[in-house]
Every structure is written in C-alpha cells, then in structure tokens.
C-alpha cells in the first residue's frame, strides 16, 4: 500500500460504522490522516475515559473530534468529553430524541424558521436560519427558549445519525461537518439585544457540546456595520473558527452559489430550489432517500475507500 493511502485504525470494540469512515480533508487529526502519536492520544483519552466508568460515545471518530476541538490536549479533552456528557444526562438527551415532539414548529417558524435542506457541493447537509422576523414576545406566547434549545439539540443529535452518514454513503467519503447558512435580514441592531441570549446558548450548545460540526458558517444579509463589529469579535474567536466563517452582505448570492449547488438552494436565497409544501418544512436531503439512509444490513464492512 503506498505510503500516502490514507488510513484508519479503527477499534473493533467501539468502531462499528456503516458508512466510509477516511475524511477528503487532509489534515493531520481528521480520520484516515492522523499521526501515530494522535492515534496513541486517542487511545490514552479512551482508556482514561473507561477507567471513569464512561461506556458511550468513545469510537474513534467522536474521541478525534474532541481532540481536534481541544488540539490534541488531552487532559483539555477528557474535560470537554466529561462536561458533555454531563450537560447530555442533564438535558436528558437520550429521551428527548425519542420522544420530543415540536407540534408548534409551524408557528414558530413563522418568526423563526431553522432546518436542514439538502447539501453542499462538497455534500455536507446544509443548515439554514433566517432570524429577521424574529419577535420572541410574540414568539413565548406559543414556545419557550427551552423547547427552542430541545429542538435544536434534537437536530443535532439527527445531524450525527441520520444525516451524515447518509451524506458519506452518497459522497462515498467521511463527512463530519455541516454548511450553516444564517440569514440576518431584518436584524436591526436593536432586535439583536432580545435574541442575544438565544443566539448565545444555540452558540454554545454547538460549539461545547457538538465540536468540529460546523464546516462553513455563511452569514447573508449581514446589516451594514455587522462586519465591523465582526472583525471585532474575530479577534476573540479560534482562527480555525474564524477561517470557517463568511460575513456576506446583500451581495451574497454568487458566493453562496458557488458552495451550494443552484438545485439545493431555495429560491428565496437565489437557488432555484422550491420544495412542496416549502424547503422550511421538506427535510430534504441523503438522508431521506431509501438508497442512502441506512445500509442495507446484507452489506458487508467496507474497507475505508483508498
Ligand atoms: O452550524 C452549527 N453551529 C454554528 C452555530 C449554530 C448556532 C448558532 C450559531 C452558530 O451562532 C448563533 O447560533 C452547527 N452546530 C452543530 C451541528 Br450538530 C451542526 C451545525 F451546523
């Protein structure tokens, strides 16, 4: 096998995937192009981990996600691992999956529409939310910031199953991270003081608790001034973050485009894209196609694509 062929040591304890596990980015510390010394960290993470009792969670890929999060410290890890696990029994997570059922979504969407639509260029899924109609008082009378942050968290949890696995077996390569797509069109400055904390704890949620999901933030229609303000909080954000992120003013269309395919970008973003019933509410995408949502269980391990 040549020297460059990307591969993965996978533990055949925890390691039982039924989707192509060798990431097209080649960076050290992505599954299929990590050094022997990160695939020593993640077994030391793992036996650590073990050692307290955690049973759940610790396949390569998810330990390797940490690690990246926290570059390969791995005492920083085991805590972000160890919180994250914490906030899953707090939040209830693993019942919330099963049983969480949104009925006001279509009201609420009405102000606040988030979903997942389709994918990227790359075959990412991507995730939109446009926050200019936002009203949170005309919002609380319908929902609660709680049940808007079990939603969220219950999209995410069907980010790591269904969605992009579905996404790898179509692409027949890894994918680990999603396209974000936010729409600030009508957020005055001063809205943004209401929805501060939202946006804050939906923020927080994603990058503790979720890390090395999101792969391209593009935030459209940002009001003019926002990017003044942005080059400000730049500064106090990762630069791996930063490079992941675009501010994009009404001009976006052209840059969006050349991400996300015409075909899968709904019209009202410039794609010609208008599901039945509104893209807000198809849930379109790899993972609804019978062909790529599950393996059929007949298929036998694949090796990691060369
Ligand atoms: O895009 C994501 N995070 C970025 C994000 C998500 C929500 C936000 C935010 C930034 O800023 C404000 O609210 C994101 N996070 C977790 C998962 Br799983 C998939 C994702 F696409």
């Known amino acids: 096998m040549a020297a460059d062929t990307p591969t993965i040591t996978l533990d055949p304890k925890y390691d039982q995937y039924d989707f192509p596990t060798v990431s097209p980015v080649n960076q ?3 599954p299929g192009h990590t050094t ?3 695939d020593a960290q993640v077994h030391q993470l793992r036996a650590e981990l073990e050692k307290e009792g955690y049973t759940e969670r610790l396949d390569t890929l998810t330990l390797l ?5 926290r570059k390969f410290d791995v005492a920083l890890t085991k805590k972000m691992f160890v919180e994250c696990e914490q906030w899953r029994k707090e939040f209830n997570l693993d019942e919330l999956v099963r049983t969480f059922d949104y009925k006001e979504k279509e009201q609420v969407f009405a102000f606040y529409p988030q979903y997942y639509h389709k994918t ?5 899924p991507v995730y939109i939310e446009q926050l200019g109609n936002i009203d949170l008082a005309a919002m609380y009378k319908i929902t609660t910031s709680e049940r808007m942050l079990q939603n969220l968290a219950v999209e995410y949890e069907k980010v790591a199953d269904p969605r992009l696995p579905a996404c790898s077996r179509k692409s027949g390569y890894l994918l680990e991270t999603c396209c974000t797509i936010m729409d600030l069109k009508g957020v005055g400055l001063s809205k943004v003081s209401s929805v501060y904390a939202y946006v804050k704890q939906a923020s927080a949620m994603s990058q503790n608790y979720y890390p090395e999901r999101m792969g391209r ?3 459209i229609n940002a009001p003019w001034g926002f990017s003044t303000v942005f080059g400000v909080v730049k500064g106090w954000l990762d630069p791996v973050t930063v490079e992941k992120i675009h501010v994009l003013g009404s001009g976006y269309q052209k840059e969006l485009l050349s991400q996300v395919p015409a075909e899968n970008l709904p019209k009202i973003f410039g ?3 208008d599901c039945p019933g509104g893209c ?3 849930d379109e995408g790899p993972w609804k196609d019978a062909k790529w949502a599950k393996p059929p269980k007949w298929q036998t391990k694949q090796a990691p694509a060369p």
């Open 280 to 282: 807000a509410f198809s």
């Open 217 to 219: 933030l593009y935030l």
């Open 65 to 69: 996600r940490f690690l990246r999060a």
């Open 271 to 273: 794609g010609s894209c």
């Open 28 to 30: 050290p510390g992505h």
């Open 36 to 38: 022997p010394v990160q």
């Open 120 to 124: 990227d260029k790359d075959g990412r």
